[in-house]
């Protein structure tokens, strides 16, 4: 299960709203590579895939990958404002280690020689 707080899901509303696009969804999933071994990837999609699964969070339409649910199960994203700037977070009980920049981790499944340089 994944989890979005209201914060988050007034977020992503209004940029969905902002696209004006039809049938827009928002997608989560990951990638190979990061220091330490995964990236998040987050953003609006409308086009699926016979991979994917969906659910509805906050009343929004969420689409993942099949293969990284298992990544993903627990996650927990929120949307904070930070003086004149803000940004989604992400918390991941499944991650035994991140990177310093956030948005790169591994599992304990997931063997280390995935592991790359972070680019910040």
């Known amino acids: 299960m994944i989890t979005i707080s ?3 899901a007034s977020r ?5 709203e902002d696209q004006d696009i039809p049938g827009l969804f928002v997608r989560i ?3 190979p590579g990061g220091c330490s071994g995964f990236s998040y990837a987050m ?3 409308s ?4 991979k994917d699964i969906y659910m509805t969070i906050q009343d929004m339409k969420v689409v993942v990958d099949k293969e990284d649910l298992k ?3 627990g996650l927990e994203v929120d949307f904070e404002e930070s003086g004149m700037s803000g940004g989604f977070t992400i918390h991941n009980p499944n991650a035994v280690a991140t990177c310093g920049c956030g ?4 599992t304990r499944e997931e063997d280390e ?3 790359q340089p972070c680019e910040d």
């Open 12 to 16: 992503m509303k209004d940029i969905m």
């Open 47 to 50: 086009e699926e895939t016979d």
């Open 29 to 31: 999933g990951v990638n």
């Open 6 to 8: 209201d914060a988050a």
């Open 103 to 106: 948005s790169s981790f591994r």
């Open 43 to 45: 953003g609006f999609d």
């Open 71 to 73: 990544y993903l199960n």
């Open 113 to 115: 020689v995935l592991a």
